[in-house]
């Protein structure tokens, strides 16, 4: 079975600062790995995704996410934190083969302060 | 266009209503899906349609009955549900449903409530 942990249910920075958040994966197959991004009363939306063509990702709203298959990671980093990206932010991973199935970590909360 | 509705927003229902939330897409895609989704928690799966057919059924109660009409449109039938029912629940779709690659496009969401 594959499955994701989060590390930090709650993440807080400072606007301007760093954004860091932890995922690391548990997978007996190469995994295809996500991040998604839900906004209050809002659906989920797609930051970006690794699918093996490269180890360092970019995705939108200048987020990007590196696969390190020796640590088991894909940690999810921006540069520059804006009060918009206050979210919920959820890493999954999917099984593949013949029935596709994303199994979710239980998500990171990130509060950008001014 | 890369839009999933879904219908209606919110919906408040007793538990002897029989409703149904509405799912739809225009992207193409041939898998479709439902989670459910309970307060400061990960969205769960609930069903899955793969070409238009139920691929995946992960133990969810009879109370609960999805239906795909054809491949851009997924229903989700409720009838005598329970309080603890209560969630926003979330319809998907991608592109294939067979490829563990494939993006999974969400819809804003119903938040259901069972009085």
């Known amino acids: 079975a594959q499955s994701v942990t989060q590390l930090g249910s709650h993440v807080s920075v400072s606007e301007g600062a760093l954004v860091l958040l932890r995922c690391n994966y548990s997978?007996?197959?190469?995994?295809?790995l996500f991040w998604y991004v839900q906004y209050p009363n809002q659906g989920l939306q797609l930051l970006l995704k690794?699918?093996?063509?490269?180890?360092l990702v970019k995705g939108i709203n200048g987020f990007e996410a590196e696969f390190k298959k020796s640590e088991t990671s894909f940690h999810l980093t921006k540069p520059s934190a804006h009060m918009s990206d206050a979210a919920e932010y959820f890493c999954?991973?999917?099984?593949?083969?013949?029935?596709?199935?994303?199994?979710f970590g239980k998500g990171t909360l990130l509060t950008v302060n001014p | 266009d890369t839009e999933v509705t879904q219908t209606p927003k919110h919906l408040v229902m007793g538990m002897t209503n029989k409703k149904s939330l509405k799912c739809e897409q225009h992207?193409?895609?041939?898998?479709m899906y439902w989670y459910k989704q309970k307060a400061k928690k990960p969205p769960e799966l609930m069903f899955v349609?793969?070409?238009?057919?139920?691929?995946i059924n992960e133990s969810v109660p009879s109370r609960f009955s999805p239906e795909c009409p054809n491949s851009s449109l997924l229903n989700l039938h409720l009838h005598a549900l329970q309080p603890e029912d209560s969630a926003l629940y979330l319809c998907?779709?991608?592109?294939?449903?067979?490829?563990?690659?494939?993006?999974?496009?969400f819809g804003p969401g119903t938040r259901l409530t069972v009085l």
């Open positions: 998907a779709s991608s592109p294939q449903g067979r490829r563990g690659t494939d993006t999974q496009y």
């Open positions: 992207m193409g895609h041939r898998a």
């Open positions: 690794y699918t093996s063509a490269a180890t």
């Open positions: 999954a991973v999917s099984s593949g083969g013949s029935n596709y199935k994303l199994t």
């Open positions: 349609y793969s070409y238009e057919k139920l691929s």
């Open positions: 997978s007996s197959v190469p995994p295809y």
